[in-house]
């Protein structure tokens, strides 16, 4: 959780640190500590990733990153009433690109690249269990197009600090069959 968060802004380039209430709540979380950790550039999931997993080097995966919300970048619904761009775009169901910002599918496309490099170096590796720490749209999107059950982009909105816990049949994935298979949603 950062400051624009609490303020309802579209935070995804902006290189927010975490707010003292996102802090605190992580400071309350307990996950079981995985072989690995990989991470979004932004300085809220490596602060999130450092709390969680202060004994672990974290893995930099830069396709990680939030997308980039444009013209509505560090700003909220209230700043962009009135704004035609943004009305257009909430009428879309957000298919839509954001102006001066990323598509939906540039979005999409940077997410499952990011994903398969970290799925790749944990088959290389023989990691069996690591933990993402990314962004809700990138999330979204991972679960979107891989997820099972299948359910739609906003139905796999996790709040801050939340998770799947979800399982990898490496040979499926390997065959192109990608499925991340949910266990668990905390």
Not at 45 to 51: D, F, G, K, N, Y
Not at 135 to 149: A, D, R, S, V
């Amino acid at each position: 959780m950062t400051e624009g968060n609490l303020k309802g802004r579209y935070i995804g380039k902006t290189d927010e640190h975490l707010c003292p209430e996102g802090k605190k709540a992580l400071s309350e979380l307990a996950y079981p500590v995985p072989e690995a950790v990989f991470v979004s550039p932004m300085a809220r999931c490596r602060e999130t990733a450092e709390m969680l997993f202060p004994a672990m080097r974290v893995r930099i995966i830069d396709q990680l990153a939030e997308t980039d919300f444009g013209d509505f970048e560090n700003k909220n619904y209230r700043e962009l009433s009135g704004n035609p761009d943004y009305q257009a775009w909430v009428d879309s169901g957000g298919a839509l690109p954001f102006p001066g910002g990323e598509s939906r599918e540039e979005f999409r496309k940077r997410t499952l690249e990011g994903f398969q490099r970290v799925i790749a170096a944990c088959i290389r590796e023989n990691i069996e269990s690591a933990a993402v720490v990314a962004h809700g749209g990138t999330i979204m999107t991972l679960m979107e197009t891989w997820g099972f059950p299948k359910k739609d982009f906003y139905s796999w909105h996790v709040k801050n600090g939340r998770c799947y816990y979800i399982e990898i049949d490496e040979k499926l994935w390997q065959s192109g069959r990608r499925v991340l298979e949910v266990k668990d949603e905390i």
